[in-house]
Nanobody
């Protein structure tokens, strides 16, 4: 099993930055895939970015250079840096892990961007 705990969400003004954190309960090298999703009010949950156990990174097209996924393997933590925040980035951001055929989710962290 994998437990995920997110943090870092906040209320920020447009143009600001945030770094979200996701602490995993086991070594990142043992988790096949980790990533970040987000769900805006009234919308479906959408993928933002992923990172494999080997460190390969993939971003969705809408990220457009504003989002950066990274990890600290010593801390078993994955990060999502978001720059130049826009009101449309307002959403609950969820950490995701795929491990031995199972999917795990964190509880989510709220990001609210004011205009």
């Amino acid at each position: 099993q994998v437990q995920l705990v997110e943090s870092g969400g906040d209320l920020v003004q447009a143009g600001g930055s945030l770094r979200l954190s996701c602490a995993a309960s086991r070594s990142l090298f043992s988790i096949d895939l980790m990533g970040w999703y987000r769900q805006a009010p009234g919308k479906q949950r959408e993928l933002v970015a992923t990172i494999t156990s080997g460190g390969r990174i993939n971003y969705q097209d809408f990220v457009k250079g504003r989002f950066t996924i990274s990890r600290d393997v010593a801390r078993n933590t994955v990060y999502l840096q978001i720059n130049s925040l826009k009101p449309e980035d307002t959403a609950v951001y969820y950490c995701y892990a795929a491990h031995i055929g199972h999917a795990y989710w964190g509880q989510g962290t709220q990001v609210t961007v004011s205009s």
